[in-house]
């Protein structure tokens, strides 16, 4: 998409309307940036969490043997 909208002189259309379709692109791509960052995250914390609790069960089925 990017390249179709670089090529706006070709296009003919109006600068601003193609200045306006990059900015929602690039705020786009920065928000999936962020939410692949958050979700990176989260899933560190989903990991640990996991370890953390079955090592307890594990622990809590040990000592009712």
């Not at 990059?22 to 705020?27: F, P």
């Not at 920065?30 to 969490?49: L, T, W």
């Amino acid at each position: 998409m990017a390249k179709i909208l670089s090529k706006s002189e070709e296009v003919h259309a109006d600068t601003r309307v193609i200045d306006n379709i990059m900015s929602i692109c690039d705020r786009i791509e920065e928000n999936i940036e962020m939410s692949e960052a958050s979700e990176r995250h989260a899933e560190a914390e989903r990991a640990n969490d996991y370890e953390e609790l079955s090592g307890k069960v594990a622990g809590q089925i040990a000592w009712v043997r």
